[in-house]
Nanobody, 124 residues
Framework: QVQLVESGGGLVQAGGSLRLSCAAS????????VGWFRQAPGKERELVAG????????YYADSVKGRFTISRDNAKNTVYLQMNSLKREDTAVYYC?????????????????WGQGTQVTVSS
């Protein structure tokens, strides 16, 4: 099991930026794919960005392409989500998660470890 602690959420005006961090401890973080999910009230949890073990060919949801960047630092057991040009519709609780596989899946059930979530609120 991997323990995950997120930070960096908050309130930001539309057009602004935030950087989320997720520090991992426990089993080998570098061996697994990681992702950032978000869940807005009344909506399903969705994968917004993710990378495989090798961090090649990251995945981005269409709604965040060109604005969000995921990165991982295996030496620090940390994954980041840089969010630029934020929009009101980005408002949600953001969760980092570690997969049970080395490859990236978009399904929440393929992620075995989850952070507690951090609130991101974008105001107009």
């Amino acid at each position: 099991q991997v323990q995950l602690v997120e930070s960096g959420g908050g309130l930001v005006q539309a057009g602004g930026s935030l950087r989320l961090s997720c520090a991992a401890s426990g089993r080998t973080f570098s061996s697994y794919a990681v992702g950032w999910f978000r869940q807005a009230p009344g909506k399903e949890r969705e994968l917004v960005a993710g990378v495989s073990r090798s961090a090649g060919n990251p995945y981005y949801a269409d709604s965040v392409k060109g604005r969000f960047t995921i990165s991982r630092d295996n030496a620090k057991n940390t994954v980041y989500l840089q969010m630029n040009s934020l929009k009101r519709e980005d408002t949600a609780v953001y969760y980092c998660a570690v997969s049970t596989n080395w490859y990236l899946s978009r399904r929440p059930q393929d992620f075995g470890s989850w952070g507690q979530g951090t609130q991101v609120t974008v105001s107009s």
